[in-house]
């Protein structure tokens, strides 16, 4: 029997919201086959909705457990490394992750244990499963505000992992200090039919008084973006006008962003639903990816590119990862800011042809990415005994 077509039970370790802006983990699980039931579990996070009791969406259930959590707080980092902290609090969720399991129907030794949280891995060593999957879509060591114990939980995963999938081949060189089999590069993708079938729509109400020409961004604003980028670009292309479509999620981008927006013709939109962005970035003329190279963006392959691509809009992106970089000769792929300054100016001019970067795009749908994380767990389930 083919493993599509048979039940089965995947409990899904996340180090977001369910509802958090639209991303890898939901596309592929939203793209399972129908009859793989997955509970997701999230952490807390202050301000936002939080089901201390399971909620069933189709076939997945959705719970919110609070664990270890990077903060802006120094002192919550430093006290969350104390070994008498660790162990009480990883009791606390074994506990509350062994109720769950069973009160959801997700107890079964034949589950899969899926993780794209590493902190969770000696919680997960704890259990019973057929195998373990771990999905790197970040460089976990990246991020600003951190655990400083957040090495030592990746490299536990990756060790504990039967099998693992990354975004990127520089990503999966970070994995690859740990362990080498059983790894596969499996790129970020694009909700095809919603952002490349967009029919003749009417221009979003907070978009109808900003002339052309429009850069435009969609994403988490976040510590990776670059916001001295968008200064020079805002100063070297003053006819322009830059739209920035997302939550502000890092202190120190938003104080600048408003502080640009003052001087400069740069406009702060918010967030948006998913099924909303086709109708923003058909309004661009050009779209940006103004990241910083850092460890933050170590090996990125964002969603966002993608979606660019299936609306078939001129692309100016900093080159992040060689998936990138092996796109140049459809978008602009900047080395530098100054290059990427320049790359804007000639993309405004000279659009390349959107039949062509759609038809990139397609190749990328989430459907063919989910099938194929699907089909890897298949081959691994079936030559996995249980442990």
Request: contains cysteine; hydrophobic residues 40%; glycine residues 4%.
């Amino acid at each position: 029997m083919e493993l599509s077509s048979k039940k089965l039970k995947i409990v899904w370790f996340s180090e977001i919201k369910w509802d958090y802006l639209k991303t890898r983990k939901q596309h592929i699980i939203e793209n399972f086959p129908k009859n793989w039931e997955i509970l997701f579990i999230e952490n807390f996070v202050l301000g936002k909705p939080n089901r201390f009791k399971p909620e069933r969406f189709g076939n997945v259930t959705r719970l919110t457990i609070p664990f270890y959590k990077a903060t802006q707080f120094g002192f919550i980092n430093r006290l969350q490394g104390f070994r008498v902290v660790q162990i009480v609090m990883e009791l606390f969720v074994r506990a509350w992750v062994h109720i769950a399991c069973h009160l959801t129907g997700f107890s079964s030794p034949q589950r899969i244990i899926a993780t794209s949280n590493v902190y969770f891995a000696d919680v997960i060593k704890k259990m019973g499963r057929r195998l373990v999957y771990y999905d790197c879509n970040d460089y976990p060591m990246g991020f600003s505000t951190t655990l400083p114990f957040v090495e030592s939980y990746f490299e536990k995963t990756c060790r504990l992992a039967n099998v693992v999938t990354s975004v990127s081949t520089r990503l999966m060189q970070e994995v690859h200090r740990y362990r080498t089999n059983s790894t596969h590069v499996v790129g970020n993708g694009v909700d095809y039919e919603l952002f490349a079938n967009l029919v003749s729509a009417a221009r979003p109400a907070d978009m109808e008084n900003i002339p052309k020409p429009i850069l435009m961004f969609t994403g988490a604003l976040t510590e990776w973006f670059n916001t001295e980028l968008i200064e020079k670009i805002a100063t070297a292309i003053p006819e322009s006008n830059i739209v920035l479509v997302g939550p502000i999620k890092h202190r120190p981008v938003r104080e600048a962003l408003i502080r640009l927006h003052q001087s400069h013709k740069i406009f702060l939109l918010g967030e948006k639903l998913h099924s909303d962005l086709p109708k923003y970035i058909q309004c661009a003329d050009v779209c940006i990816l103004p990241g910083t190279i850092s460890k933050r963006t170590l090996g990125a392959n964002p969603n966002t590119l993608y979606e660019y691509l299936a609306c078939g809009k001129p692309i100016v992106t900093r080159n992040f990862s060689e998936e990138i970089n092996m796109l140049k000769d459809d978008v602009w792929v900047a080395d530098t800011e100054e290059d990427f300054v320049f790359s804007i100016q000639v993309a405004l001019k000279n659009p390349p042809d959107s039949k062509r970067l759609q038809a990139i795009a397609k190749k990328s749908d989430w459907k063919i990415k989910s099938s194929q994380i699907a089909g890897i767990l298949s081959h691994k389930y079936a030559e996995t005994q249980i442990q």
